[in-house]
């Protein structure tokens, strides 16, 4: 359709609001306004039809009976003038409901809960206003209720919305066709070609697909996150086939491999490290042992790192060995550390619970190059165990929920003397939300942290297995690693002993009268690092800042004033882990 380069009449709608909003946005005459060659003819004809386009818009919002007047006024005039007035009228509820449930799930005594939340849960309710919105809504809701377990080929078989214009009043009906209830059976893969496919089938198995369990709409898309997750494929899709016994319904899953190696080259800047540039490379089937290698380098200002680790494939049960070295320079002006680690164990990731256990040699000396002091190095062998449970509503961008790690190790030193030790932390992550029912809701974050070395007073225990504070996701209003303990010399050294709290209070940024992906926030971190519990001395920062909930995660940026350092700090950072 060719446009003309002017308006070929003026529209004045006069109608309350969100009414006025609505009809400007949808009525069908504002597609001609620049029409070519409208004729006064053709212009009549479109506001003898605007009437009943005005009525049926206004019902998709509930009313039924409004009084609507369009006129053309001024016909004559080059840029004649089409006036819509409208008064809405009163607004239709909902005088009944009435759900039917046909099939399998009508009976079936593993469904009574389903068949209970269909009436339960129903979106729209007597009482409620009728709105189409609201009416398909309700509708779609009722009907995942099964799609989504135990039913994946539920449809609406009859739905009608019954409506009485005289006495505003709807009246509902909707009948679900449940048919047979669907189970899980014998899973194929397609796509293996690089990778043993009982790796795909064991990795859907742990996700939940388990031979004669009922469809789970949730665990189908589990499965699919699993298999991304492993990094062995680059997509990968989950779903129910058909066959001749819906109960053990085959289960496809459908995968586009990842490249036996890849090397990926990374920059970037943080406000805690600088400048950083990165270099990795991925070798996902080392020849011999078919174990995945990981080597990756790391340049940063004030840190070097090199480091290699092994992984085998998952077994049956979630659970993969782990083999790894590091190497470590990281300067803390004026200290410089060197570190080197080994570690052996096993390991079990899950999207809720991840635990591990293995045995590491930490080996670290610590110098002060500017005044030419050169530290003893010190050495420990130790049995760690590792525990992580995640209980929140989004994995990436979280509004409530919490999560909890522990870590216990039992070393014993290897430099100097033999002396053993107890190693202890914990970190507390948790999300509340405040007047989750209001407009304009928010919440609290709180995290908590903790750390502690048990041991004789002058064990040589490395400082890589004691604690530093400061930074972006530690104490805010400080640098990296600025929180520890005082030395003579200048600077601080790794303690025995760590707390850090934070709290902070969340909200959503309101544009334009609709919440936006903006928040603002307002913090209060505190932290301390000691060797003796009684000299924990906590060091606070408070400030404010601005997140930004991409697809990714939280992009943040946080201004902090540290009260005991006296300096603003500006911190940033990217996406949310635990």
């Given at each position: 359709?060719?446009l ?29 306004q ?6 006064l ?12 386009n ?27 003038t ?10 239709t ?25 269909l009436?339960?849960?129903w ?54 066709t ?27 198995r ?50 586009r ?18 400048a950083?540039?990165?270099?990795e ?8 042992l ?22 085998s ?26 570190s080197?680690?080994?570690?052996l ?42 525990w ?9 961008t979280p ?25 202890g ?12 029912g ?13 750390g502690a ?23 805010r209003?400080?640098?990296l ?14 303690g ?25 926030t ?32 939280p ?15 500006i ?8």
């Open positions: 359709m060719e003309a380069d002017r308006d070929q009449f003026e529209l004045r709608i006069d109608a309350p609001a969100p009414f006025d909003d609505l009809l400007r946005r949808h009525l069908e005459l504002r597609r001609f620049r029409l070519p060659d409208l004729g003819g053709e212009l009549e004809r479109l506001v003898a039809q605007a009437e009943a005005v009525r049926d818009l206004l019902g998709t919002q509930g009313h039924f009976s409004p009084t609507v007047a369009v006129s053309l006024e001024q016909p004559e005039s080059p840029t004649p089409v006036r819509v007035s409208v008064t809405p009228g009163p607004r509820t909902v005088a009944s409901v009435h759900l039917m449930l046909q099939g399998d799930a009508q009976s079936r005594p593993e469904a009574a809960a389903q068949r209970a939340r009436h339960a849960d979106g729209l309710p007597t009482g409620e206003p009728f709105t189409q919105s609201a009416w398909d809504s309700a509708k779609s809701r009722a009907l995942r209720g099964f799609t989504a377990h135990r039913y994946p080929r539920a449809q609406l078989s009859t739905t009608l919305a019954d409506i009485d214009p005289e006495a505003h009043a709807a009246h509902l009906y909707a009948e679900i449940s048919g047979p209830a669907h189970g899980f059976g014998a899973v194929t893969v397609r796509g293996a070609r690089r990778y043993d496919p009982e790796m795909a089938q064991r990795l859907v742990l996700a939940g697909v388990q031979a004669g369990q009922p469809y789970d709409e949730a665990v189908l898309q589990a499965a699919q996150q699993r298999l991304v997750d492993s990094g062995y494929y680059e997509s990968a899709f989950v779903v129910l086939g058909d066959g001749d016994d819906p109960e053990h319904s085959p289960v496809e899953v459908r995968v491999e990842a490249r036996l190696q890849k090397i990926v080259a990374g920059v970037g800047v943080s406000t805690d490290n600088g950083r540039l990165s270099l490379h991925t070798h996902h089937r080392v020849p011999g078919d174990w995945r290698a990981v080597t990756r380098a790391q340049l940063e200002r004030d840190a070097r790192t090199l480091g290699t680790e092994f992984s494939p998952v077994d049956d049960k979630g659970w993969r060995w782990i083999t790894g070295a590091q190497l470590q320079r990281q300067r803390d002006d004026p200290l410089l550390t060197l080197q680690q080994l570690r164990g096993q390991t079990q990731d899950g999207r809720e619970l991840d635990r591990s256990f293995f045995l590491q040699y930490d080996r670290s000396r610590v110098d002060n190059p500017d005044a030419g002091l050169r530290g003893d190095a010190e050495s420990a062998l130790s049995a760690n165990y590792a992580t449970r995640r209980q929140f509503d989004n994995p990436t509004q409530s929920g919490h999560g909890l790690a522990v870590e216990l190790g039992v070393g014993v030193t290897l430099s100097q003397q033999r002396s053993p030790y107890l190693r932390k914990a970190r507390w992550q948790s999300y509340w939300p405040l007047a989750a209001s407009e304009r809701p928010s919440r609290l974050a709180l995290r908590l942290e903790g070395v048990w041991s004789r007073d002058n064990s040589p225990v490395p400082a890589t297995q004691r604690f530093l504070a400061g930074g972006d996701n530690s104490v209003g400080y640098t690693r600025e929180i520890g303990v005082p030395l003579a010399t200048g600077g601080v050294e790794a025995r002993y760590l707390a850090v709290g934070s709290l902070e209070w969340q909200r959503p940024l309101w544009l334009n009268g609709r919440r936006s992906a903006l928040e603002s307002l913090f209060l971190d505190a932290g301390a690092v000691a060797n003796r519990p009684g000299d924990l001395d906590p060091r606070v920062g408070v400030g404010t800042g601005v997140r930004y909930n991409s697809p990714v995660g992009l943040q940026a946080d201004l902090a004033y540290g009260l005991d350092s006296r300096r603003w700090r911190h940033l950072s990217v996406g949310f882990t635990f």
